[in-house]
C-alpha cells in the first residue's frame, strides 16, 4: 500500500519559516519524481516546486528564491524548506510522487501565514 504522509505545517507569522516534509512508503522512492502542490481556499491546485530522480529542481516563480525543495533517498523523504512565509502561501500543502503510470498523493498539511 502506498502511502505519503506531509509534516511539518502549522501557524507561522509573515516573514517566518516553516519545513514541510514527506515520508514516502510502498513505493521505490529513488525511482519516483517528487514535487509540492499547494490549494488554497476558492483556488485551484498549483504547482510549488518539484524534484526529480536526479535531483534537478523546478519552483514557481512566486516562490523562488524563498521556497528549496531536497529530498532525501536513504530517508525515502522528501522536504520543503519555505522562508521569508507571506500571508499568500497560506494553503494545503500536498506531496505528489510520479512515475509513469501514475501517480500518488498525500493528505496535505495545512500551512497558514499571519501578517
Known amino acids: 500500500q502506498v502511502q505519503l504522509v506531509e509534516s511539518g505545517g502549522g501557524l507561522v507569522q509573515a516573514g517566518g519559516s516553516l519545513r514541510l516534509s514527506c515520508a514516502a512508503s510502498g513505493i521505490a522512492f529513488w525511482m519516483y519524481a517528487m514535487g509540492w502542490y499547494r490549494q488554497a481556499p476558492g483556488k485551484q491546485r498549483e504547482l510549488v516546486a518539484t524534484i526529480s530522480t536526479g535531483g534537478d529542481t523546478n519552483y514557481a516563480n512566486s516562490v523562488k528564491g524563498r521556497f528549496t525543495i531536497s529530498r532525501d533517498n536513504a530517508k525515502n523523504t522528501v522536504y520543503l524548506e519555505m522562508n521569508s512565509l507571506k500571508p499568500e502561501d497560506t494553503a494545503v500543502y500536498y506531496c505528489?510522487?510520479?512515475?509513469?503510470?501514475?501517480?500518488?498523493w498525500g493528505q496535505g498539511t495545512q500551512v497558514t501565514v499571519s501578517s
Open positions: 505528489k510522487s510520479t512515475r509513469w503510470p501514475r501517480d500518488y
